[in-house]
């Protein structure tokens, strides 16, 4: 009996210290998040921000990705640190989160974003850019900003596997905000904001993975897993670049990255598969943390049971 209670007292503090670690949507990476998941091995081809301000940015970067996976809110927090650059350039996110979806993104998507994200899909002639093998498109997130004063904007669209998905205009926020979007429809309460202020990190010339990992700033998603289709005890699949104001010219910032060479240009013709390694990163959802607690607890009656029986 005192083994058993010693074993509740262990679920109970599991179940706080997940309550309990959560990271802060401002543009700051949390200590939360821990080691990068992929670390940038390509210089930007989009220029090497030298500003330090939390809002403008004279160039875009990714230089790692963190994610921090709250069980208890069903809420992935994304971490993108680098810069991107204040002219509108967009950040693109591509989420494969289930089964179906696209590996080469279709031209009947959502017309969301003045038909943005169709501008990287097939044009009627089978081309479209198209994602690593297995990886098949889920959703989409973009990202944007720039104007005075400065605004971040969000858009949103699903992909469905034969097209014709739905899409939003997430609304709005400023620099190093809570991300709480505004003017949008944003029914799953989807969190984003920057804080472009990284002057360190890859260059225009070295991609240094330390230089790199220690970036604390950049673009920080609080993403409700409805948003995107997340069941708990599954891996997804993340794919992340730096895109052109018209979603029209990819640049070499990806991740995973594409280890060296130039923009990759026209969307319709990049190719991830056709490029060594993986063009993304996996995040593992675990199961709730309540059958968590509840495992634990069991696991703990059945040692009791094995110490009795031993
Ligand atoms: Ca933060
Ligand atoms: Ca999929
Ligand atoms: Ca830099
Ligand atoms: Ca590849």
Request: zero cysteines.
């Given at each position: 009996?005192?083994?058993m209670k010693w074993n509740l007292l262990g679920a109970t503090a599991l179940l706080t210290s997940v309550a309990l670690a959560q990271?802060?949507?401002?543009?700051?990476?949390?200590?939360e998040?821990?080691?990068?998941?992929?670390?940038?091995?390509?210089?930007?081809?989009?220029?090497?921000?030298?500003?330090?301000?939390?809002?403008?940015?004279?160039?875009?970067?990714?230089?790692?990705?963190?994610?921090y996976v709250d069980m208890m809110n069903s809420t992935?927090?994304?971490?993108?640190?680098?810069?991107?650059?204040?002219?509108?350039?967009?950040?693109?996110?591509?989420?494969?989160?289930?089964?179906?979806?696209?590996?080469?993104?279709?031209?009947?998507?959502?017309?969301?974003?003045?038909?943005?994200?169709?501008?990287?899909?097939?044009?009627?002639?089978?081309?479209?850019?198209?994602?690593?093998?297995?990886?098949?498109?889920?959703?989409?997130?973009?990202?944007?900003?720039?104007?005075?004063?400065?605004?971040?904007?969000?858009?949103?669209?699903?992909?469905?596997?034969?097209?014709?998905?739905?899409?939003?205009?997430?609304?709005?926020?400023?620099?190093?905000?809570?991300?709480?979007?505004?003017?949008?429809?944003?029914?799953?309460?989807?969190?984003?904001?920057?804080?472009?202020?990284?002057?360190?990190?890859?260059?225009?010339?070295?991609?240094?993975?330390?230089?790199?990992?220690?970036?604390?700033?950049?673009?920080?998603?609080?993403?409700?897993?409805?948003?995107?289709?997340?069941?708990p005890?599954?891996?997804?699949?993340?794919?992340?670049?730096?895109?052109?104001?018209?979603?029209?010219?990819?640049?070499?910032?990806?991740?995973?990255?594409?280890?060296?060479?130039?923009?990759?240009?026209?969307?319709?013709?990049?190719?991830?598969?056709?490029?060594?390694?993986?063009?993304?990163?996996?995040?593992?959802?675990p199961e709730p943390a309540s059958l968590l607690a509840l495992g634990a607890g069991l696991a703990g009656l059945?040692?009791?049971?094995?110490?009795?029986?031993?």
């Open positions: 009996m005192r083994m990271p802060t949507i401002d543009g700051t990476r949390d200590v998040y821990g080691a990068p998941i992929v670390v940038q091995n390509t210089p930007t081809g989009f220029g090497d921000s030298s500003l330090g301000q939390v809002d403008y940015a004279n160039g875009s970067e990714l230089d790692a990705a963190y994610a992935l927090y994304l971490m993108l640190t680098g810069n991107l650059e204040s002219n509108f350039n967009k950040l693109e996110i591509f989420f494969d989160t289930g089964a179906g979806g696209q590996n080469r993104l279709r031209g009947d998507n959502s017309g969301v974003d003045f038909g943005g994200l169709n501008r990287m899909g097939d044009d009627g002639s089978g081309n479209g850019l198209t994602f690593d093998a297995g990886f098949e498109a889920d959703y989409w997130i973009g990202i944007t900003g720039g104007g005075g004063p400065y605004a971040l904007y969000a858009n949103w669209a699903q992909l469905a596997t034969f097209g014709g998905g739905p899409g939003d205009y997430l609304g709005t926020t400023g620099a190093a905000s809570n991300g709480i979007l505004s003017g949008g429809n944003n029914p799953f309460g989807v969190r984003v904001t920057i804080n472009n202020s990284n002057t360190g990190g890859v260059t225009n010339s070295v991609a240094d993975p330390a230089a790199a990992t220690v970036v604390t700033t950049g673009v920080e998603l609080a993403i409700p897993f409805a948003a995107i289709g997340i069941t005890n599954t891996t997804i699949k993340i794919a992340a670049f730096v895109n052109g104001g018209g979603h029209d010219f990819v640049s070499n910032q990806v991740l995973g990255g594409i280890g060296g060479g130039g923009n990759l240009g026209e969307p319709r013709n990049v190719n991830f598969a056709n490029i060594a390694g993986d063009q993304y990163f996996t995040v593992f959802v059945m040692g009791l049971r094995r110490r009795r029986t031993a």
